[in-house]
């Protein structure tokens, strides 16, 4: 397995594969907000990879090079692995979207037949921290709902995902965030 890049190096790759300004301002808005969360669980006791959490959240959108479609998820998957990035980071980049997509949902809106759901903590806080941020700026959670059911519908199986995610991340916090 290859080591993680730096932050610098991470931010580096987004500029170098052509990234666009906004995607990396989103980008780093998201790290932010993920290693504070990380560093507050740390603070609790909870074992968290703090590095494959920040790289992680750097490099979230870098498929956006390819579509900003669901699809980005999974084509940033594959730029890192060409790039030769270990699999947890791998894993945090195909899993970010949607709140994590269970593999019959994923065949529906065009992905690979496979199972997209978030598993480990550090995909949590990243795809957490990912949908709390709109365009550089965190916004509320209540806003984020309406913000999935806006796009995808009051009913959509992705809100429930959201709300559990939500339900995780103050889980382990042990308080509202």
Do not use: Q, W
Request: glycine fraction near 6%; charged fraction near 30%; aromatic fraction near 6%.
């Amino acid at each position: 397995m290859s080591k993680l890049p730096s932050r610098v190096k991470a931010e580096k790759i987004l500029y170098e594969v052509g990234c666009s300004k906004r995607v990396i301002e989103h980008s780093k808005a998201v790290t932010d907000l993920a290693v504070k969360i990380a560093r507050k669980m740390i603070e609790k006791g909870v074992n968290v990879n703090l590095k494959l959490v920040e790289v992680g959240a750097l490099l979230h959108d870098i498929g956006r090079v390819r579509t900003r479609s669901v699809l980005h998820g999974y084509y940033g998957g594959e730029i890192a692995r060409k790039l030769n990035f270990p699999e947890p980071l791998i894993s945090i980049i195909e899993k970010h979207v949607g709140a994590g997509i269970p593999l019959d949902e994923a065949v529906k809106v065009g992905l690979p037949p496979k199972d997209f759901t978030l598993e480990t903590l550090e995909e949590k806080i990243v795809a957490y921290a990912d949908k709390r941020v709109k365009r550089s700026m965190v916004i509320d959670f209540n806003d984020c709902v309406r913000e999935f059911e806006r796009k995808l519908g009051k009913n959509h199986p992705a809100i429930k995902r959201l709300k559990n995610l939500h339900r995780d991340i103050v889980d382990a916090l042990g308080y509202e965030f």
